[in-house]
């Protein structure tokens, strides 16, 4: 999708939609990944999506300063869901889509820090 992304993204508004959709159901997805970690480890409950990764930092699940940076998608998936309207080609296509690579380090810890072998 980060091929000719700008364009296709201002000029096409399927690949508009579907874009905004895979990053949403990308992000909601990562926060249910957080919740259900702190669940099964039995932590305090987050009072917020952002918090969730909190918490997974302090719990040593996720590198602090990684939780801290990467709880920004919790930002992000609520701007998906809100103000979708509002959303700037050349943010997406240039500074969302580079942080992508961002979820494989976080599934990559979250891995590491459960003792999955196999992945998730």
Avoid: W
Wanted: hydrophobic share 40%; aromatic share 10%; proline share 1%.
């Amino acid at each position: 999708m980060k091929d000719d992304c700008e364009e296709r993204f201002i000029s096409d508004h399927l690949y508009r939609g579907a874009l905004l959709h895979y990053l949403y159901l990308l992000t909601d997805t990562c926060i249910s990944l957080a919740e259900m970690v702190i669940k099964q480890k039995n932590l305090r409950v987050p009072q917020s999506y952002q918090e969730a990764f909190d918490i997974l930092g302090e719990n040593k699940i996720l590198e602090q300063a990684f939780a801290y940076d990467f709880a920004k998608i919790a930002g992000f998936r609520n701007f998906l869901a809100h103000d979708y309207e509002k959303v700037d080609a050349k943010v997406v296509c240039k500074n969302v889509l580079a942080k992508v690579e961002d979820i494989k380090e976080y599934l990559a810890q979250i891995q590491k820090a459960l003792g999955l072998n196999d992945g998730l």
